[in-house]
């Protein structure tokens, strides 16, 4: 379709077995964590950790490594109540996830390394040659905004209910770097036409589900979040940066259901 390659079954797969194995060793983490009262902060012993729980409760694969030799699960401390995890899967994919002590997972989702070197503009338009190359700048661009930790929790604030509303905004929880906007909303069937497309910029930089703003005019990225939930009803969490500045007073999030304002 398009010239577009669907992922396969064995990758399919393979990205589902990595997701499963991250959260076993997320669950043990939280656990232990619980018990001592704080994460490790050594990145040491916390990388060495993970890649033994990895092990304990993975199979089939030679100890310590994934099919393309890293480490099954692969952690980094943030602070001492924040760690990342990471489990790579394929030739160059993985899937992530920020987690903090008590069990919530602060936003995550799949990333795949991509060598912008090897992009080979033959065959393309000058338009689409062009296209490519903005969609390069943009995606590198975006690897340089703030992002959002989770390091230190701030507030939570409380959405009204919003009737009628496609997607309902449910609270927003304010940290030193950013905040994480809560939603749901009924889940339409997509078609895999509506998905696959030829299009690079679609692929590195989508649309946003959201649109932050403040009283203020402070410019919020997103950085990480996703979601999932039961047959046709979806949960999810929008990561954006940076922090809301002191002097604001209002949050608006706006969707294709409307604008919903937080009063701060």
């Keep these: 379709m398009n010239g577009v390659p669907w992922p396969d079954l064995e990758e399919q797969r393979q990205q589902a077995e990595a997701n499963l194995l991250l959260l076993r060793v997320a669950l043990a983490l ?20 993970a890649a033994e729980l990895a092990d304990e409760f993975a199979s089939g694969a030679p100890k310590g490594s994934s099919a393309g030799g890293e480490a099954r699960v692969q952690a980094a401390p943030l602070t001492a109540d924040h760690i990342s995890l990471s489990a790579p899967f394929g030739e160059s994919s993985s899937v992530d996830q920020t987690l903090r002590a008590d069990g919530v997972l602060l936003g995550g989702g799949v990333s795949t390394s991509v060598s912008f070197e090897s992009i080979d503009e033959t065959g393309l338009s000058p338009e689409e040659a062009e296209k490519m190359r903005q969609a390069v700048a943009e995606f590198e661009a975006k690897q340089a905004r703030p992002q959002l930790g989770g390091g230190h929790f701030l507030r939570a604030l409380a959405a009204e ?24 909303h009924d889940q339409e069937p997509e078609s895999l036409e509506s998905i696959v497309s030829g299009d690079p910029s679609q692929w590195l930089e989508p649309e946003p589900m959201l ?15 996703g979601g999932g939930g039961g047959v046709q009803v979806v949960h999810g969490a929008s990561g954006f940066a940076p922090a809301v500045p002191s002097e604001a007073r209002i949050i608006r999030i706006t969707t294709d259901s409307g604008t919903v304002e937080l009063r701060l």
């Design 30 to 49: 939280i656990d232990e964590a619980r018990r001592t009262g704080a994460f490790e902060t050594d990145e040491e012993k916390l990388t060495a950790r």
């Design 161 to 184: 209910p919003q009737p009628g509303s496609e997607v309902q905004i449910l609270a927003a929880e304010l940290f030193d770097d950013g905040m994480l906007i809560h939603y749901t």
């Design 211 to 225: 649109l932050v703003e403040d009283d203020l005019g402070t410019k919020y990225y997103e950085s990480g979040g």
